[in-house]
């Protein structure tokens, strides 16, 4: 199957898809998205990585034209979401956070009658969900209700749903949560086929390994607004040493570290659980302490993730 986008990658010379400066949304006294700047380019994709209450849902809803802007501006598909609403979610795809399918209709029925709110025709809607359904692997499940389908299963459904109207960008907020490890590698494997039809990707997650695996660039989000930007590579290499040694100690008490581990420590954090500690040679610093007395019950030697990007920046855990 072949759907009918452009291909294409990443590039820094064409005009951003979306354009934000100074974005603000209030609800009231409460501001849940505080003046951030951002843009996305044609061909990325893009992530909001925080935790729940970041901002990062919150401003979805104004790029896809479901949410008023209380300040600032914002540019999508270099339209205003204040007056070009309309054109604007027509162009869009959407997969919000909980699956708004109807449990009543058939899989097939799902897709056709969301296509026709695009003025698509009967025959053509039928043409695209039949070629959508395969594109998500739900092609054996066509004329299935939608109840008794997997998480998984009903998240592929939205996906191929968001599709419908052949958009030039999809937004997708939360896109996995709730989805055991076999189902969200099933999502991710038709995400990254999306983007290298060219497809544009805007999503938000508090999945370290979804943003690492799936985003070109991202921002971290923490109480409403950007606290660092770039690709998972660099945030990492910014903010973190290359390795963590993770260590767990009887009774969670944390014998003293400092002048210890022969210079290789560049950072210690301690967490409820364990503590982490921060080295460029993991394995060098493990030997290391072990030969100053350091006897934890367990330990590992990881690489960073995004996770100590956040940690690091915000002092809190991405899930806590």
Known sequence: MHL???????????????????????????????AVDFEVRPGEAFGFLGPNGAGKTST????GCVSPITEGTLEVLGLDPRTDGSAIRRRLGVVPQADTLDMELTVLENLIIYGRYFDLSYSECRRRATELLD????SEKLDSQVEPLSGGMKRRLTIARSLINEPEMILLDEPTTGLDPQARH???????????????LILTTHYMDEAEQLCDRLV????AQIVAEGSPRSLIERFSSREVLELRFADLKTPELEGKGNGLIERVEQLPDRVLIYSDDGEALSAALHAEGVRPVSQLVRRSSLEDVFLRLTGRRLIE
């Not at 099933?186 to 544009?200: A, C, D, I, T």
């Open 60 to 63: 979805m809803r104004m790029i």
């Open 186 to 200: 099933m999502v991710w494997e038709r995400l990254y086929k999306l983007k290298s039809q060219g497809v544009s």
């Open 220 to 223: 971290v989000m923490d109480h």
């Open 135 to 138: 594109f998500v692997q739900l």
């Open 4 to 34: 009918r986008y452009h291909r294409g990658v990443p590039t820094t010379s064409a005009a951003p898809l979306i354009r934000a400066r100074g974005l603000t949304k209030r609800f009231g006294d409460f501001t849940a998205v505080d």
